[in-house]
């Protein structure tokens, strides 16, 4: 498995499919992620054409055990972020 893409090379990669330079695909790639951040931090949903559907799911207190001690403890409610991948990008993996 290869290594993941840094930050550097997604803007380099986005400038370049983009046909434009370095700064302007970095700040097009931190604005994207600004408002998915907002967006996902208000509790609403996004979704990005042919990627997926980023969205805020609320999860009730609950029970859970230690795995070092066994304890039973309880864990307050809290926000999970959830990601569902598009179609189009199954297809695209796998075909």
Known sequence: MSKPMTKTQLVAALAEAMGSDKKTANAALDGIAAVVAKEVAAGGSITLPGLGKVACKARPERMVRNPATG????????????FAIA???????NG
């Open 71 to 82: 304890e039973q403890m309880k864990k307050p409610a809290d926000r999970q972020v959830k």
């Open 87 to 93: 179609k189009a990008l199954k297809d695209v993996v």
